[in-house]
């Protein structure tokens, strides 16, 4: 048996109050030591990035820089330049400095989809645990709405239109502001998570111990908080990890078809799509931004699998859509 | 036929020009006239064409919008398929020329308001029938009225009405004098249909090839018109119409050889097409630019010192140095660049990069910040405004860009929020640029300068026949629109197309991609 | 119980559907401009602004152009094309959309073919051997592919395949004739494209959810009791993943019909996606709707489909409590 397997065997004692889950110990592969690290790295970046850039994310850099020393030519090309100890990274298609705009990018992308991951996670589980624990409105003693089916019918229509469609059309009619950018983004994932956690919380409510719980005549807001919460936080939390990278190919993807952060800013997304003329020229102009996304998406992937080999259950059915 | 020779010996030697052309009609009152087949490119005249074999042709925009109706057309791709489907009266080709098509000659008389068009005789439609006064009456009557929903409406305001003499000959009558008119005539929206046309997908006109399917927003494809009136042109069997709509793939398909011509070459792709075998750049010099509009009606741009604080910080040479790759001219504050011929001003200094005279304008203007709308409706004006808000920071001005996506705007942001970017193809004629945007109250006054001596100017010089006070007239409009207008002009940018070495024969014409869009009759590809 | 069910999900449909279309009325409603703006563009007067809203029935109140609609499709009648009527050519919807449909399943088929059998190859050979060196090749580069936006995978394959090998043609033109051998080339890049996109998804899936039930205690009491592990694999872990497994697939393929945007447009090949996107930037509501329609009606159907298939793989689901 793999190493895995074998961490998997957890000591059963219970040593907290019996209504609580087990104290899970992870234990991290090399590969999700790695992931940790780079996660750390990009982390300090979003805080001191800017301030260690070596020129402004809007710089146009001055062609006198480029002049190759004892050439004759006044005005050389700057757009698409490759690594120099000028620009260390190369330089973009409007000639500005790549790890700059990789550096002052960090806080923006991880920003955006950090906050829209969240709030994506505030409105999916809080009403897909309302929906799950059954809230219906009543009027003397007769259902009038059932909160589920509400809410169930409303997310099938938004999971059914392809979420680039409706971002292109909701940020399209309203503005690309980066607030608003969170927020539509926010709702759009929101749909997808609010199924799973719907899944979980019913999974849960239907469990023996809720059961029990009810008996005892806890009220429903005892068996959300101590209950349901504990045993679909750790579910939820694997699959935050895997949301919030789609979140930033999303904002790429909307980036790609004009819309997205706004100029001079920079954001990973939109620094592939524009400097994409540059690949036929063999610049990195376009490579440095997608590698700089692979390094978040790997790493968080690489501890959303260690996680998930050792906390067992059916995470993976709850992580498709 | 001694007047036909003389004119294609003219006409090789570049002679003949569309100032010549008007001069004659206009001055001496004389009809001009030509047989057809003459019509190829003047750096073509040399080659013998090949005849036989299909092209792709790629454009840039398409969708369920397009159509092979010429009144409503708005997109290049649209203007290819009118080239193909239908004849005009006249036709533009090499250095803005003139030349008969449906109409095999006309007359004006000596001010310039009737118009009398000899029509060519024995020319069908696909379906068979045959064309005659009818149909260019019913056609060029579609541009009239409340109700037309026709989108070069605006040149025909002055139309009085267009009269039937006999079966090939119509007059038109003007309530103001236009020499221009003929020019007018030329647009792709004015070509000839058949009378009571109701359902125009099948593109039934009198042109060089039959449409063989048409699938808006998807291609088009034409096949040789086997009773075409002309017989010098028709060299390729088929031609297929398509658009690619991101530049990276579309570029990518005339490298690989899977189209034979793309539409809008951005810059940044330039040196790629020139270091490539078998493609080439074309790159027309053209009065199309991109600049600010700032409206005049409103703060901030009604401040004229914010304006011209706003127009010394452009530096011009840069952008189009290193955003144009060259392929342009700086612009002067004014739309007519030197592609317009006579009527562009070089008596008019060029303004340069002065961020401390900015400084001093926008100190003397109180203003510190603004906000502007952003769209990229031409290549180069993002990149424009981007360098601008930058040097605008570095004397303590405070810009904003507001990016917005195209579609839309023309309606939502473009003469409705006080700082906006605007694009403007070139038009035939100086005049009609200039009237077009800077004429007092008309529909596209995109700045909202009404200018009472502009107005004066404009009809003047649309009646002036002497060269050189016409010049004189042009050049008091450009200094006006470049230092009162509330326009920013820092570039005019070359039409920028490439294709492949294979294809030849296209004429040099500014007006749009391609030489023009009207190349589907004249080109040829190699075997 | 499955008719019982398949009534049901009827019903939910329908309502789906509804409030889809509301949705994307008031979405497109938000957009700056209508159609006949759009049309006129910048050369738009007044008058002629006028004399074409009119003529398209837009100077009619928002509210009731939808009722209108509705009433239309309720009757079977998706109309015409607003675009196409502004443009002087009526062209009925169900003749614009009939091709894209045959355009986009031909796409779809052909990557669901090759890449389905493929991802589920390679995502058990994966979960065979949990911690090898193969395992870690698999996991590693399905990371890494899901991590790159579409664009930029789209633009490489381009590049080397089309530009510098000349091996396929780089856009997906079709001239309607094609069979057999052309039309795979003709298919050849988009095709490609999108199975790595897919698959990278449906591999990671597959290992993840076979894993998982490797490690219930009936996997485990089969290991203890000395079942070989391919035996294990195939008839009791695979069973028990078919489930979510359908699930993603299902997902992939509803994506495949809707989502490609991008590739669609990379391609310029003509499917339903992009002429959703056309239908948005001109503004031609209907035209939008029928997309919108068809996207939902795919994703419902496939959706069921897939619980259909967990529910039959799963006795307890079967006979539910």
Known sequence: MSETQKSMNPSRQFDELPDAPPKRKIRLSWAGKIGIAVLVFWAIMVVIGPSIAPYHEAEFLEESLFIVPGSDEKYPDTDFQPPSRIVLLGSDYMGRDTLSRILFGARTTIGISFIATILAYLIGVTLGIAAAVGYRFEYRGFTIIELDTVLSRLNDALLSIPSIMLGLVMIAALGSTIPLLIFLTGIIYAASVFRIARSLGQEVMVSDFVEAARVRGEGLWWIITREILPNVAMPLATDFGLRFVWVILFISALSFLGLGVQPPMSDWGSMVKENLPGLIYGSVAPLIPSLAIATLTISVNMIVDDISAQTGGKLAKRMIS | MKEVKVFQQMYRDGQVTRREFLSVMGALGLSATAAGGFLASSSALAATPNRGGSVISASNLHGPDDTLDPIVCTSTIDYIRQCTSYNGLIQIWDNMSLHPELAEEWSVNSNATEYTFKLRKGVTFHDGSAFSADDVLWSMNRHLGKDSPSSIKAFFAAVVEWKKIDSHTVKLSLSSPDADMPIKLTQFQAKIVKKDTTDFSKGAGTGPYLVEAFQPGVKSVHVRNPNYWRDTGQHLDAIEITAITDPNARLNALLSGDVDMMTVLSAKSIKKVEETDGVEVMSVPAGLYGGICCLKNTAPGKDDDFVMGLRMIQDREKIVRSFLKGHGQVGNDHPISPAYGADHCNELAQRTYDPDKAKWHLNKSGISSAELFVAPVQGGIEETCLLMQQNLAKIGFDLKLKKVPTDGYWGAVWMKEPLNVVTWNMRPTANAMMSIQFGPGGNWNDTFWNNERMGKLLKMSLAETDPAKRHEMHCEMQTLVHNDAGMVIPYHTNVLDAKSTKVHGFSNVPLGQLGGNGWAEFIWKDA | ?321
């Not at chain 3, 094309?81 to 002087?88: D, I, Q, W």
């Not at chain 3, 894993?211 to 009491?221: A, D």
């Not at chain 3, 872990?237 to 299902?250: F, H, K, S, T």
């Open chain 3, 1 to 321: 119980m499955i008719w019982r069910a398949l009534f049901g999900r009827l019903c939910i449909s329908v309502v789906t559907l509804f409030v889809v279309s509301v949705l994307i009325f008031i979405g497109t409603n938000l957009l700056p401009g209508d159609v006949a703006q759009i049309l006129l563009g910048q050369m738009a007067t007044p008058d002629s602004l006028a004399a074409l809203q009119a003529k398209l029935g837009m100077d009619q109140a928002a509210h009731v152009r939808y009722f209108m609609w509705l009433r239309d499709v309720a009757t079977g009648d998706l109309g015409f094309s607003k675009a196409g009527l502004g443009a002087g050519n009526a062209t009925p919807i169900v003749q614009i959309i009939e091709p894209r449909i045959f355009n986009t399943l031909q796409l779809t088929s052909m990557v669901a073919v090759i890449a389905i059998p493929v991802a589920l190859f390679l995502g058990l050979l994966a979960a065979m051997h949990p911690g090898t060196r193969l395992d870690r090749t698999i996991t590693f580069s399905t990371l890494n592919l899901i991590s790159v936006p579409d664009f930029l995978v789209a633009t490489f394959l381009v590049l080397v395949f089309a530009v510098y090998l000349g091996w396929l043609p780089s856009i997906a033109y079709l001239r309607g004739d094609e069979t057999g051998w052309g039309l795979i080339r003709a298919l050849a890049m988009p095709t490609l494209t999108l199975m790595i996109i897919v698959s990278a998804q449906i591999i990671r899936m597959t290992r993840a959810t076979v894993l998982n039930v490797m490690s219930s205690p009936y996997v485990e009491m089969a290991i203890l009791k000395g079942v070989p592990r391919r035996r294990i694999i195939l008839r009791h872990a695979l069973l028990n993943a078919i489930g979510p497994i359908v699930n993603v697939i299902a997902l992939n393929l509803a994506w495949l019909v809707g989502g490609v945007v991008i590739v669609e447009q990379i391609f310029a090949y003509p499917g339903l996606a992009k002429l959703m996107i056309d239908a948005v930037l001109v503004r031609d509501l209907p035209l939008v709707q029928a997309c919108a329609m068809i996207f939902c009606a795919s994703y419902v159907v496939l959706i069921f489909i897939a619980d259909m298939a967990s529910i039959l793989s799963n006795p307890r689901l079967r006979y539910p409590k």
